[in-house]
């Protein structure tokens, strides 16, 4: 397979931009997030809480006017850019990314204006599964960002999406047999805590859809040159 450069074109590099720029606020929502839950419970503050969660929620906003701004470009410009239907996917499940961890943060934020706690193992596997997903998102935007001069390198990044959602499902599966082992007996807490962990996850597991898209733009670069 050629993996040399190639050349790409004005569309692709303004699409390229808008994607990059999306998945900035995202990281930012994500960094948000973390930073509430790395703060002990006991200093969190119902109004600091909630001036948290509107920062995030900002957040997701500006991704929404982001996101509302590419799909319009993608749409003008169909007729001239190559796979416009990929980028529009892409374009899509940031999208559902940046309303997963608004969710998740609105959920964790409940849990705790309500006098429930995390688990304090729970909470460390969750901040790690945060922290993986922000490595995911670096490699996705080095995956972009490389793509055009080295197909090589940017397929070694998403390889790195791909583990890093393999390492946060066995995160997973052990932090739901330790909700259900510890919090059987509180059931709203169980269940809140499940869907922070759910959604938590998932989130992962879009990153590496996104990758896959990638993936497939990376190919085709490569085999039609």
Known sequence: ????????????????????????????????????????????????????????????????????????????????????GRYIEIVRTLDRIAQHVDGLAYRYVLLIENGLQVDSTILKTLAEMNEQSLYQLRNLVDALNILPVNARKALEYLENV???????????????????????????????????????????????EIGEEIRYLVLVRTLLK
């Open 1 to 84: 397979m050629d993996l040399q450069p190639g050349r790409e074109s004005l569309a692709e590099m303004t699409t390229k931009e808008y994607l990059v720029n999306i998945m900035a606020t995202i990281e930012d929502e994500l960094k948000l997030f973390r930073s509430i839950l790395m703060t002990r419970v006991e200093l969190l503050k119902s109004s600091e809480l909630s001036k948290h969660y509107e920062k995030i929620r900002e957040i997701k906003n500006r991704s929404e006017e982001l996101k509302n701004q590419i799909m319009e470009y993608l749409v003008r410009n169909s007729e001239i850019l190559m796979y416009s």
């Open 162 to 208: 791909v583990r890093a959602e393999d390492i946060v499902d066995s995160m997973f599966r052990k932090a739901v047999f330790e909700i259900y082992q510890k919090l059987s007996g509180q059931v709203p807490a169980l269940m809140m805590t499940k869907d922070i962990v759910e959604y938590q996850e998932e989130v992962c597991d879009l990153l590496k």
